[in-house]
């Protein structure tokens, strides 16, 4: 496209959004240096309207576990869009009763029945409603700095003051407790508590990573005191810490596992929910008590099937560990050396968070992300903390190119303090 039809279509982009999205939106990206339009994107790699490629260091906030536009996945959708794009929601469809089969053999333990809906608060509605009817109470312990979407129920569970005030009061029984203290959670469950709900690592929270025991202690707890546990994987899932599922570090088997981000393979929105048979009970007695008229759908089955399989076949788990080591390393070096601007660097895999001793070196560090081809972000509920969640099919030297221009963007930090 030429430069002029370019700019026109950034510019009218950005106007589009101030006029009918919004204005403090457009004036953020504007401000963060990202007043460009997203083009197409393959792997790793993201391209503009301009023609400019951006190695993606977001994914999406964790959607893209195969990658962008993955082949196989692509494929999957386009065979499936030729024969049926939504279900009929009276016959059976295959794809989704294909999807719960896998799911069911590829979660740990006896998680076997799964209810599919479209995003990840979605799912943890479900997984709200499942415990409430399971158990008959009403009370879920939830942790501070929670992050399981922003929907009521969801946002009930959600541990981050500034999205609960305006839409006070929320659900009743809902409690947060300090995140990787088990002691706390115990604490916490009363007579009326349905279920525990956790991520194993907070994402959106700032990536804090528990102490190791923790969800083993969380299980130890619920057992005992017979109160569900809900792991909410919507993040941390399909290998992004490296294992399929993050429970898995701890060999924890949850009674209600929630997903969604990359499960649709980064083509097709959507979630799930994956119980144990102990807690399914009720949605069997009344299978229509909760519901999604697109959840489930078979273009969206598709793409989580094949995006299970490349993570399977792709070894993307291993690729996850692998490059998340490196650049963990790399970044804990760099943290050593200037701790003036990384407070911390930690993480799992290729979930990892740099924590900024104040929140503008780290907006400083995005706005150079952005000017060195580098997509980034904040974490939703912590400021300071940049997060890293790449595609986890990125590639050593992609990682390479990523630690240089990081290495660059810390030490030029120093040099602005040191000016200041
Ligand atoms: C752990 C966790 N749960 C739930 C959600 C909500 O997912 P969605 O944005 O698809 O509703 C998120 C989103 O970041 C998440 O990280």
Known sequence: MAENNVNVVAEETIAKYERYVNPSLARLFRYMGLATVEHSARGSTVTDFKGDEYLDLLGGYGMYG????????????????????????????????????????????????????????????????????ATGKQGIVSTVGAFHGLSLGALSATGREMFREPFKPLLNGFGHVPFGDALAVEGAI???????????????????????????ALREICDRKGVLLIVDEVQTAMGRTGKMFAVEHEGVVPDILCLAKALGGGVMPIGA??????????????????????GGNPMACAAAIAAIRVTQEENLCENA??????ILGALKSMQVRYPGILAEVRGQGLIIGLD?????????????????????????????????????????AEVERAISVWENIITSAVELAEDL
């Not at 692509?74 to 989704?96: E, F, G, H, R, S």
């Not at 560990?321 to 490196?326: F, I, L």
Request: glycine share 6%; aromatic share 8%; hydrophobic share 45%.
């Open 321 to 326: 560990t692998v490059m998340g080591d490196r």
């Open 190 to 216: 009363t007579k009326d508590t349905a279920a525990v709900i956790v991520e194993p690592i907070q994402g959106e929270g700032g990536v804090v990573v528990p102490p190791h025991g923790y969800l083993t």
């Open 66 to 133: 195969v990658g962008h536009s993955h082949p196989r996945v692509m494929q999957a959708v386009k065979a499936q869009l030729d024969l049926m794009a939504m279900p009929t929601k009276i016959l059976l469809n295959k794809p989704m009763a294909d999807l719960a089969e896998l799911l069911a053999e590829v979660t740990p333990g006896d998680l076997t029945y799964s209810f599919f809906c479209n995003s990840g608060t979605e799912a943890v509605e479900a997984a709200i409603k499942l415990a409430k009817v």
């Open 356 to 396: 900024f001793t104040n929140a503008g070196y780290a907006g400083y560090a995005i706005s150079e992300l952005v000017n060195n081809k580098i997509l980034a972000a904040y974490t939703l509920n912590n400021p300071k903390v940049i997060r890293i969640e790449p595609p986890l099919v990125i590639t050593a």
């Open 273 to 294: 929910i994956v119980a144990r048979p102990h807690v399914w009970q009720s949605f069997i007695d009344a299978p229509f008590l909760h519901a999604s008229t697109f």
